[in-house]
């Protein structure tokens, strides 16, 4: 048989230990596990997609050890099925927090199959810690000053504090 590979899209800015959770569920499926990061033009990130790629790698490293070489990272802009087929997935991983989640899933696992009929969507709900940690929270936490280590790897929360650095910005607009 074929290896298994799932593609996991999202955007990763920054990386949470929901993503991770996540991302281990994958892993006990399938023979390895593409983290697909979408960058769109329009949508602005505070983390660049090298920064996330950077994250991914690290915090996989750090949390899941070995189990981090079935692991890698790609950008995407178009389609999720588009990059799963570039990628050679048959898999497509999404994470579920919540019903809300579950109705938003449903459907986009529905119009992906129409797309795609040889790419199957496979749903993993978060942990019960890791079931409020939604990205954009963690950053507007950050970005107020707030302690996020409870909802991300140590490194990430490191990233958060340098990028939030008053004064680091300061002389870096200087
Ligand atoms: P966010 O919604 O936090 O900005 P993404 O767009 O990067 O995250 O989401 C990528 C995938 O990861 C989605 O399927 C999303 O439901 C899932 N995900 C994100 N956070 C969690 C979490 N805390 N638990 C489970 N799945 C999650």
Redesign the pocket.
Known sequence: MSARIALY?????PP?L??L??LAGGLALADSVVVAIGVHAEKKALFSFEERKALVEAAARDRLGAQADRVSVIAFRNLTVQAARAAGATLML????SAT?LDY?MQLAGMNLGLAPDIRTILVP?SPL??P????LVRQIASMGGDVSPFVPALVADALKAKFDPQKNREANS
């Not at 899209?9 to 800015?13: L, T």
């Open positions: 899209p999202g955007s990763f800015d949470t929901g993503h959770d996540v999404r994470g579920l927090r989640d899933e978060a890791a079931r940690i939604t990205a954009t």
